[in-house]
Each structure stands twice: as structure tokens, then as C-alpha cells.
């Protein structure tokens, strides 16, 4: 659990470097999705961003979870100015114990938040136990950087406060191989894990939303590669 300055911090870096790529987000991953409504939950909402963007894209209540207190307070100002904001349900909870009945929700997003989880076994199966038959969970994360990833990085991340974010998360980070095995140890059927990219349509669909861009996302610095699970529930564990 974050302290609530570390949850602070991380919005206003989240602000400053990160904020653009929400719309994008949401865009890929309604277009996985496949339909225009159901039950939500946004696996680790942060300041809660990625449920704003799927808010406007999914008709149908949106959970978004956190285990921390003030990432919730967080989540709650942003989200507190949209439309449709009665459809969001701030759950506090953590996903190796979540606090709803077995197929319950129709999809499952979680973003950066993989390297977080304690038990990645445990907390695949919870989320697999909760969505209903059909529904779909996709989780995505970066793979660990090449080893001269610091230096370049550096250079446009100067604050270091901002810094250790990216680098604690480099350090937690785990490769498509090691998430393979670890969805073998669930024992769930059938997933997928493939590199991540977001396509044209996205950008397309997002072109106006995008703002100011920061210098990594021209690909001026390498940046580790990102990965994304997806499953789909066949039926119950």
C-alpha cells in the first residue's frame, strides 16, 4: 500500500508524462472488448483516468478499485467532473481478495499494475472467478528495460522523485515468459500474451484528446516493450 504523498506524487508525474495515453488506452481496449456496454472494473484505478476514458466508451456501472485510501480521494476529484459519474463505484479493495461474487462482471482492466501484485497466481484466479462466463480480462505491463535504459531517460525524466516511480516499476517489472508460466501455475484453460502496441485506430479515434506529447512517445528514447494478457472466461476454475 502507498503512502498518501506517494499517491499524490505519482498523479502529478502521471500529469506530466503519462496523462495522454488514457484515451489511447481506452480506445484498444474497447475495440478488444467488443461491445458498447456491461459491468466494469478498472484493476488498479490510480487517479483514476483510464475508468474517466472507458466511462465514456461502455455503458454500465464502472468499478474502480484501488487498494490505497488517497488513490481513491484522487480518483474521486477527477471522476467527480464528468458525465455520467454516477456510474462509477469506488470499491478499496485488494485484488488477491476481491470483495464480489463469482461471475459478476462482463471485463476486467488492469494497466501498470502487475508488477504491484504480491501474488500474480492468486490474483489472475480472483479475477477470473469474478467475470462471467464470456467475459474478458486484459492486463497489460512492460517487460524489464535494456540495461542502458537509465541514462536516455534521465534526460527528459529530470525530477527525481518521477524518476524512482519508473524505476521501482523497471525493477518489479516481469517478462512475457515469466507471465506465461504464471498463468500455466492458475490453471485457467486458454490465455494469451502478446506485445502490446497501440494501432492506428486509435490514434484516430483519439487524435483531438491526445494534448501535449512527451519526448519518449516520439520514440526519440527506447522504451521497454509492453505486453498484454488477455483472457477470455470459458468456465469456472
Given at each position: 500500500?502507498?503512502?498518501?504523498?506517494?499517491?499524490?506524487?505519482?498523479?502529478?508525474?502521471?500529469?506530466?508524462?503519462?496523462?495522454?495515453?488514457?484515451?489511447?488506452?481506452?480506445?484498444?481496449?474497447?475495440?478488444?472488448?467488443?461491445?458498447?456496454?456491461?459491468?466494469?472494473?478498472?484493476?488498479?484505478?490510480?487517479?483514476?483516468?483510464?475508468?474517466?476514458?472507458?466511462?465514456?466508451?461502455?455503458?454500465?456501472?464502472?468499478?474502480?478499485?484501488?487498494?490505497?485510501?488517497?488513490?481513491?480521494?484522487?480518483?474521486?476529484?477527477?471522476?467527480?467532473?464528468?458525465?455520467?459519474?454516477?456510474?462509477?463505484?469506488?470499491?478499496?479493495?485488494?485484488?488477491?481478495?476481491?470483495?464480489?461474487?463469482?461471475?459478476?462482471?462482463?471485463?476486467?482492466?488492469?494497466?501498470?499494475?502487475?508488477?504491484?501484485?504480491?501474488?500474480?497466481?492468486?490474483?489472475?484466479?480472483?479475477?477470473?472467478?469474478?467475470?462471467?462466463?464470456?467475459?474478458?480480462?486484459?492486463?497489460?505491463?512492460?517487460e524489464p528495460p535494456?540495461?542502458?535504459?537509465?541514462?536516455?531517460?534521465?534526460?527528459?525524466?529530470?525530477?527525481?522523485?518521477?524518476?524512482?516511480?519508473?524505476?521501482?516499476?523497471?525493477?518489479?517489472?516481469?517478462?512475457?515468459?515469466?507471465?506465461?508460466?504464471?498463468?500455466?501455475?492458475?490453471?485457467?484453460?486458454?490465455?494469451?500474451?502478446?506485445?502490446?502496441?497501440?494501432?492506428?485506430?486509435d490514434i484516430v479515434?483519439?487524435?483531438?484528446?491526445?494534448?501535449?506529447?512527451?519526448?519518449?512517445?516520439?520514440?526519440?528514447?527506447?522504451?521497454?516493450?509492453?505486453?498484454?494478457l488477455e483472457i477470455?472466461?470459458?468456465?469456472?476454475?
Amino acid at each position: 500500500m502507498l503512502s498518501p504523498e506517494a499517491c499524490y506524487t505519482y498523479k502529478r508525474f502521471v500529469d506530466k508524462y503519462q496523462k495522454y495515453i488514457y484515451p489511447l488506452l481506452a480506445a484498444n481496449l474497447h475495440r478488444r472488448y467488443g461491445k458498447s456496454s456491461g459491468r466494469v472494473i478498472d484493476m488498479g484505478t490510480g487517479p483514476g483516468y483510464l475508468t474517466g476514458e472507458l466511462l465514456s466508451r461502455i455503458e454500465g456501472p464502472i468499478h474502480a478499485l484501488d487498494i490505497n485510501p488517497a488513490m481513491h480521494e484522487i480518483a474521486y476529484e477527477y471522476i467527480s467532473t464528468l458525465d455520467h459519474r454516477k456510474r462509477v463505484i469506488f470499491d478499496q479493495a485488494d485484488i488477491h481478495d476481491l470483495p464480489y461474487g463469482s461471475d459478476f462482471v462482463d471485463l476486467i482492466v488492469s494497466y501498470s499494475c502487475y508488477h504491484h501484485w504480491e501474488n500474480p497466481v492468486r490474483a489472475i484466479r480472483e479475477c477470473y472467478r469474478v467475470l462471467k462466463p464470456g467475459g474478458k480480462l486484459f492486463v497489460i505491463d512492460t517487460e524489464p528495460p535494456a540495461d542502458d535504459w537509465e541514462m536516455p531517460l534521465r534526460s527528459v525524466i529530470r525530477e527525481p522523485e518521477y524518476f524512482a516511480i519508473i524505476a521501482k516499476a523497471f525493477s518489479e517489472s516481469r517478462t512475457m515468459q515469466e507471465v506465461e508460466r504464471v498463468c500455466r501455475e492458475t490453471g485457467i484453460p486458454e490465455f494469451t500474451i502478446s506485445e502490446f502496441q497501440f494501432e492506428a485506430e486509435d490514434i484516430v479515434e483519439c487524435i483531438d484528446d491526445l494534448g501535449e506529447m512527451p519526448e519518449w512517445s516520439s520514440g526519440s528514447i527506447s522504451s521497454p516493450k509492453t505486453w498484454i494478457l488477455e483472457i477470455v472466461k470459458q468456465g469456472g476454475l
